[in-house]
């Protein structure tokens, strides 16, 4: 067995207990880095001098262990592009905050991966740098935009990775790759030093091969950042304390229940003791638009300042779906057209809010299909400019809401290979709650 095939429990196990060293791990995943990232197209830099630190690392809580992370994350004298070409030679002089934890906690950046251009998609097809492919079926999309670092977990080309999600862009893409992918509350994770896409959504989270890698990198991440203003002081628990304890006697309420895997998906968890009925949520649909507006209206102010005079290219060097989402935002705030679509967008949003929060008075989690399908073909974001919206329709309500949510795989086709998604939701700060579930599910379910 190559060492690169571990979860993260695992290797830091075998790790600390001298069954493996650093050179073998890290030997067995640059071997397969080597043999497949011409193929996926997944790492866009990697560290050459990762072992190096990994070595004196051993005695540290991830004692060394490689991790893959967005190339959003700004990395202290490693390339960060966010697949953008007005960033293509940005070497950043600081850690964003969450690399400065993952570090701290004995975490050693493997490599960037590959992501949707400023994170602008959902499925990193909008990268300057080409596409990502699906490593369980190269003819699909992994999703996105973290479609590099979920793709990274699927082929074992890192042991786990670091995402961000605005609107599914850790659960989606964490679905159609058939790994575990967590969007923590709102403000739980800092968003110091990550390029800012929608300020008001963006939550940095893990992507692992397992729950339990998840939240083990969840513990590490987690927390109040005096750079960070819209972190919370609510303090962060170990994620992992109560994993185990297993669903009986929570009350679980079943959203957009027309995909037959979903279904099923409630059967288990009624299995495991657990109250499980439909959810009155109101629709998706909505969320499109709200989305829509609100991120277009963010990206035009987040994306002011690459001018090309204080870092990076000349805006000249912006992508076509940058420049359309910048246009679509600056108008959005015009005077005379705010009141019309912004704060009419923010309306819509406090609506979604007080359907959660009535929801959460009667039940203790919601489950959904992660994606309305199976993962989209090559190609298929061509033309389509509300693609990333259509795909991520049933994550946008509670990304928009600032809940925690978590993907677990829940389904696998045998002729195609590709994976469908649980998506697990919870109330404010609630993770722990969530991963319990998530956990119990994963272990039920044989894929």
């Known amino acids: 067995m190559k060492l690169n095939t571990l979860t993260l429990?695992?290797?830091?196990?075998?790790?600390?207990?001298?069954?493996?060293?650093?050179?073998?791990?890290?030997?067995?995943?640059?071997?397969?880095?080597?043999e497949n990232n011409e193929k996926y197209n997944i790492y866009l830099t990697l560290d050459n001098e990762a072992v190096k630190k990994a070595e004196n690392l051993l005695s540290t809580p991830l004692a060394g262990t490689p991790i893959a992370v967005k190339d959003n994350y700004c990395t202290k004298d490693l390339r960060t592009t966010a697949s953008s070409n007005v960033l293509k030679d940005f070497i950043p002089p600081f850690d964003a905050t969450v690399i400065t934890k993952l570090k701290n906690a004995g975490g050693v950046v493997l490599g960037k991966t590959n992501m949707d251009a400023w994170a602008h998609g959902s499925s990193t097809e909008t990268s300057d740098f080409g596409p990502t492919k699906n490593p369980r079926n190269v003819d699909y999309l992994p999703g996105g935009s973290s479609g590099g670092s979920a793709a990274a977990v699927a082929s074992d080309m890192t042991i786990a990775a670091l995402g961000t999600e605005t609107a599914g862009s850790i659960r989606q893409p964490s679905a159609w790759c058939g790994v575990v992918g967590l969007k923590p509350t709102y403000g739980r994770v800092s968003r110091a030093g990550i390029v800012a896409m929608a300020s008001s959504t963006d939550s940095p989270g893990p992507i692992g091969k397992t729950v339990e890698d998840c939240a083990t990198l969840l513990n590490f991440i987690a927390g109040k950042d005096k750079y960070d203003a819209t972190t919370s002081p609510q303090p962060a628990s170990d994620f992992t304390k109560n994993m185990k304890k297993g669903v009986k006697g929570m009350r679980i309420g079943v959203c957009y229940n027309h995909i037959a895997s979903v279904s099923e998906s409630a059967i288990i968890f009624e299995r495991l003791g657990a109250h499980v009925e439909p959810a009155s949520i109101m629709a998706p649909e909505m969320?499109?638009?709200v989305y829509t507006i609100v991120q277009r209206s963010e990206v035009s102010s987040n994306l002011a300042r690459y001018d090309g005079i204080r870092y990076g290219n000349t805006r000249?060097?912006?992508?076509?779906?940058?420049?359309?989402?910048?246009?679509?935002?600056?108008?959005?705030?015009?005077?005379?057209?705010?009141?019309?679509?912004?704060?009419?967008?923010?309306?819509?949003?406090?609506?979604?809010?007080?359907?959660?929060?009535?929801l959460?008075?009667?039940?203790?989690?919601?489950?959904?299909?992660?994606?309305?399908?199976?993962?989209?073909?090559?190609?298929?974001?061509?033309?389509?400019?509300?693609?990333?919206?259509?795909?991520?329709?049933?994550?946008?309500?509670?990304?928009?809401?600032?809940?925690?949510?978590?993907?677990?795989?829940?389904?696998?086709?045998?002729?195609?290979?590709?994976?469908?998604g649980l998506n697990i939701?919870?109330?404010?700060?609630?993770?722990?709650?969530?991963?319990?579930?998530?956990?119990?599910?994963?272990q039920a379910v044989t894929l």
């Open 9 to 34: 429990t695992e290797t830091i196990q075998k790790l600390k207990a001298k069954e493996i060293s650093h050179a073998e791990l890290y030997k067995d995943l640059h071997e397969t880095i080597a």
């Open 425 to 442: 939701v919870a109330n404010y700060w609630a993770e722990e709650k969530m991963i319990q579930a998530a956990y119990a599910f994963e």
């Open 316 to 358: 000249s060097e912006f992508g076509d779906e940058a420049k359309r989402r910048i246009m679509l935002g600056t108008f959005t705030l015009t005077k005379g057209y705010a009141d019309r679509y912004y704060v009419q967008a923010q309306k819509v949003r406090s609506l979604y809010i007080k359907n959660y929060q009535e």
């Open 287 to 289: 969320a499109i638009a």
């Open 360 to 420: 959460f008075k009667k039940y203790d989690l919601l489950i959904s299909p992660t994606s309305p399908g199976y993962a989209q073909k090559l190609g298929a974001s061509f033309g389509n400019p509300m693609f990333g919206e259509l795909e991520d329709m049933l994550l946008e309500p509670s990304s928009l809401t600032g809940l925690p949510g978590i993907n677990v795989p829940c389904h696998r086709d045998p002729k195609t290979n590709l994976y469908l």
